[in-house]
């Protein structure tokens, strides 16, 4: 039977609004005191945004004469807003388990890269790989992460380089977008490499002078539509003036800059993220103290990335200094062939262990200040009225044990369209 309003989630133990003002990202004071209400309810429209958020008496007095689609009783559970993931690799063929075991024999990151692998390795199987093997290689990570409560996910091309094969990557990424619930923020990472044969500058001539071109076309068309620019700023790949010409043209075509930066070098990349006004930079276990200085100022969100510094054995991002220093911190799984992680939850539970963060201040990390990073803040990242509906119940009464990777809780994601 049709109802007035879409879902109400009654009585929840705990509701988590995270914040309560419209805030579009919290600072290191805000995410000291995220906002948590005990026995609270939630109305979600038929167009699936939030009607209402409050004490569970006063929500049933403002509703007693309305009528819903459907009503969870959460009595025992905890609501929370659906997790944002900022940073993805997600579509791609061919494992990398050879390459773990390099590593685990004492090879870099850039050893391999250096010798053909790493990311070429993924490049040659995505090229080769047809379109529709790599969606459903892609639908089921995405539907692992939902699982895990990721209502809001960034997915990077990137394993193409060629022009054809980025191009195969943003329609996957743009039928699962179409096809799926989960929100994706899709970023277009054709310098994640340089292609073989080519020097880096040559590689950002042709992404500016062809690749961005074609995008845009496409764009236009209603083919594809992409959200971020993203370069992999980085000792041997793209050096900072390459990675300055492909971000500003990025911008120029109306992207929004957020890219690899500071990750196995310094490289002053969190400088340029400042300097373009980027919406964030990611990694930065070797960003130098002007960059933490320049990024808290020009309120580029750092999103910082703990399976890579697992999987890796890299140095910690300096979660604490960024924090102090007034720097927006949001988290991503990094998700990709080397960091096999679809868990936001693991995420943040290693922010907490490896990266000194509190749990308050991972969840905020990993709701509102993503939802920042990709420019998504004034819809997504807390339980506020007029945002999106998407929000997940964990069937624990505490919030704080969803932080604990042995607690055993189950997950029910609600995520509406846009
Ligand atoms: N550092 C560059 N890109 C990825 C790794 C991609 C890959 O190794 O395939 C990252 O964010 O960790
Ligand atoms: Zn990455």
């Known amino acids: 039977m049709a109802g007035e309003y879409k879902l109400l989630l009654e009585g929840a133990k705990e509701l988590v609004l995270v914040c309560t003002q419209g805030e579009k990202y919290l600072l290191e004071a805000g995410m000291q005191h995220l906002a948590v209400l005990e026995n609270a309810s939630v109305v979600i429209g038929k167009d699936g945004y939030i009607k209402a958020a409050g004490d569970a008496k006063i929500i049933r007095n403002q509703f007693s004469g309305a009528s819903f689609e459907k009503t969870i009783d959460c009595s025992g559970k905890c609501i929370l807003p659906g997790l944002v993931d900022a940073h993805t690799h997600p579509v791609w063929a061919g494992d990398r388990v050879h390459e773990f075991s390099m590593k685990l024999a004492g090879a870099s990151y850039m050893d391999i890269h250096q010798v053909g692998g790493g990311i070429h390795f993924t490049v040659r199987h995505t090229q080769e790989a047809p379109e529709d093997e790599l969606f459903q290689r892609f639908k089921q990570r995405l539907l692992r992460m939902m699982r895990a409560g990721t209502t809001l996910v960034e997915c990077k091309s990137g394993y193409g380089l060629n022009l054809e094969t980025e191009i195969k990557m943003l329609r996957v990424i743009e039928r699962a977008r179409r096809e799926l619930d989960i929100g994706i923020s899709s970023t277009y990472c054709g310098a994640h490499s340089v292609p073989k044969g080519k020097t880096a500058t040559e590689a950002a001539d042709d992404i500016i002078n062809f690749h961005l071109p074609k995008l845009k076309e496409l764009e236009l068309n209603g083919e594809i539509h992409v959200d971020n620019i993203d370069v992999f700023c980085e000792k041997g790949v793209f050096d900072l003036n390459s990675t300055r010409r492909i971000l500003q043209a990025g911008k120029d075509k109306g992207l929004q800059i957020n890219f690899h930066g500071d990750e196995l070098h310094p490289m002053h990349s969190a400088e340029l993220g400042a300097e373009l006004e980027a919406k964030a930079v990611s990694h930065l ?69 490896n990266m000194k963060m509190s749990m308050k201040e991972a969840l905020a990390a990993a709701t509102i200040n993503a939802a920042y990073a990709l420019g998504k803040s004034h819809s997504h990242g807390s339980i506020e009225i007029g945002k999106q509906g998407d929000l997940f119940i964990i069937n624990s009464p505490r919030y704080s044990l969803f932080f604990h990777s042995n607690s055993s809780y189950t997950v029910v994601t609600i995520i509406f369209h846009e």
Not at 319 to 334: N, P, Q, T, Y
Not at 343 to 353: D, E, F, I, Q
Request: proline share 6%.
């Open 285 to 353: 276990e070797e960003i130098s103290n002007e960059g933490i200085t320049a990024m808290a100022r020009a309120k580029c969100a750092a999103v910082l990335l703990p399976t890579t510094a697992y999987i890796l054995r890299l140095k910690q991002p300096q979660a604490r200094k960024m924090l102090e220093e007034g720097v927006i911190v949001a988290l991503g799984s990094d998700f990709n062939p080397n960091a096999y992680c679809c868990s936001m939850p693991m995420v943040m539970h290693l922010a907490c262990v």
